[in-house]
């Protein structure tokens, strides 16, 4: 992939990387990221798939990839990811394997597992500085099995294990864990978060990140029409949403120096974002729930003050 920033998304690769066919609900947000990506990465690559939505895109005979994929349990991906880069560069030691046919190791994994699962896997393998790729497609709970709460659940939000009723009216009373902040407590060589609206930042970082040996770890918000419920065709105007109300962040993170990618110049309410989605419809009806709805404004608002971007 060329060096040079992309300044529009007529500038992005023409390859497709990812074929169409797949298995992957209808405006599945993390497909589109995915597409992305792998336009980054190219075809030189081995997927090291966790459990989860996106291990239903390869389902034997078929595959939508043209590179090679690896399955592994939600709980072990970086570990499979450790053992695919020691056989690679044992091969290559041994002269059994040229250079020039290594691949980029990647792990593909959901919030279920990023968040939860396999949290203490990862944590080693950055602490190892496995030289490898992360994605992580989180659309906010285990949208697998039935959109079960996870770590990424956000508060306030509807999953099929924290139902709205009488005694909680709200939902989900936890928020949503700062995965960014963990894994950047490890100081990696390179980390961001990145939307499916936004392509160019999101090939921008891939660019800057292939320049580093290590972990190169990214965090896409990813949209999900079932689990959120709201009508497919609108996957990327509410993923650009949840950039412009403030509650997904851009930004990027080298060896531990973190810096904003985009800063919308207005940012919009929260409800904007809030009140699109089926999963949040219990804060507005049949009567408003005022505390929790100014609880999530000033959680994103305190974000942005502590980083003296919001006045």
Same mark, same amino acid.
């Given at each position: 992939?060329?060096?040079? #920033?992309?300044?529009?998304?007529?500038?992005?690769?023409?390859?497709?990387?990812?074929?169409?066919?797949?298995?992957?609900?209808?405006?599945?947000?993390?497909?589109?990221?995915?597409?992305?990506?792998?336009?980054? *990465?190219?075809? #030189?690559?081995?997927?090291?798939?966790?459990?989860?939505?996106?291990?239903?895109?390869?389902?034997?005979? +078929?595959?939508? &990839?043209?590179?090679?994929?690896?399955?592994?349990?939600?709980?072990?991906?970086?570990?499979?990811?450790?053992?695919?880069?020691?056989?690679?560069?044992?091969?290559?030691?041994?002269?059994?394997?040229? %250079?020039?046919?290594?691949?980029?190791?990647?792990?593909?994994?959901?919030?279920?597992?990023?968040?939860?699962?396999? *949290?203490?896997?990862?944590?080693?393998?950055?602490?190892? #500085? *496995?030289?490898?790729?992360?994605?992580?497609?989180?659309?906010?709970?285990?949208?697998?099995?039935?959109?079960?709460?996870?770590?990424?659940?956000?508060?306030?939000?509807?999953?099929?294990?924290? %139902?709205?009723?009488?005694?909680?009216?709200?939902?989900?009373?936890?928020?949503?864990?700062?995965?960014?902040?963990?894994?950047?407590?490890?100081?990696?060589?390179?980390?961001?978060?990145?939307?499916?609206?936004?392509?160019?930042?999101?090939?921008?970082?891939?660019?800057?990140?292939? /320049?580093?040996?290590?972990?190169?770890? +990214?965090?896409?918000?990813?949209?999900? %029409?079932?689990?959120?419920?709201?009508? %497919?065709?609108?996957?990327?105007?509410?993923?650009?949403?949840?950039?412009?109300?403030? *509650?997904?962040?851009?930004?990027?993170?080298?060896?531990?120096?973190?810096?904003?990618?985009?800063?919308?110049?207005?940012?919009?309410?929260?409800?904007?974002?809030?009140?699109? /989605?089926?999963? &949040?419809?219990?804060? &507005?009806?049949?009567?408003?729930?005022?505390?929790?709805?100014?609880?999530?404004?000033?959680?994103?608002?305190?974000?942005?003050?502590?980083?003296?971007?919001?006045?």
């Amino acid at each position: 992939m060329d060096s040079e #920033n992309i300044r529009s998304i007529k500038e992005l690769p023409s390859e497709e990387n990812m074929q169409p066919g797949t298995a992957a609900c209808a405006g599945c947000g993390g497909l589109l990221t995915l597409r992305y990506c792998l336009k980054a *990465l190219g075809e #030189n690559i081995v997927i090291v798939n966790a459990a989860g939505c996106f291990t239903l895109l390869t389902i034997y005979p +078929f595959s939508p &990839f043209r590179n090679s994929w690896l399955y592994t349990a939600m709980a072990c991906a970086p570990a499979g990811a450790q053992g695919v880069r020691d056989a690679l560069d044992i091969l290559i030691k041994k002269g059994k394997l040229d %250079p020039e046919e290594n691949l980029k190791v990647v792990v593909l994994a959901g919030d279920g597992s990023a968040y939860d699962m396999a *949290l203490s896997s990862t944590s080693g393998a950055i602490y190892r #500085n *496995l030289d490898f790729y992360y994605i992580c497609y989180d659309n906010e709970a285990y949208g697998n099995t039935g959109f079960q709460h996870s770590g990424a659940s956000p508060f306030g939000s509807r999953t099929g294990t924290t %139902p709205p009723g009488e005694k909680v009216p709200v939902g989900s009373q936890l928020q949503k864990k700062n995965l960014f902040d963990i894994w950047n407590s490890h100081k990696p060589p390179y980390l961001a978060t990145v939307s499916p609206a936004y392509p160019v930042d999101l090939m921008n970082k891939f660019k800057k990140a292939e /320049q580093f040996k290590g972990p190169k770890l +990214f965090i896409s918000h990813i949209p999900c %029409p079932p689990g959120w419920g709201f009508d %497919p065709s609108q996957s990327v105007k509410l993923a650009k949403l949840s950039v412009e109300t403030g *509650l997904w962040p851009l930004k990027e993170s080298i060896h531990g120096e973190v810096e904003h990618t985009f800063v919308p110049k207005k940012f919009k309410p929260v409800e904007d974002y809030l009140k699109k /989605q089926e999963r &949040f419809s219990h804060l &507005f009806k049949p009567e408003r729930q005022e505390e929790a709805l100014k609880s999530i404004q000033e959680m994103v608002d305190d974000y942005w003050r502590k980083n003296k971007l919001l006045p």
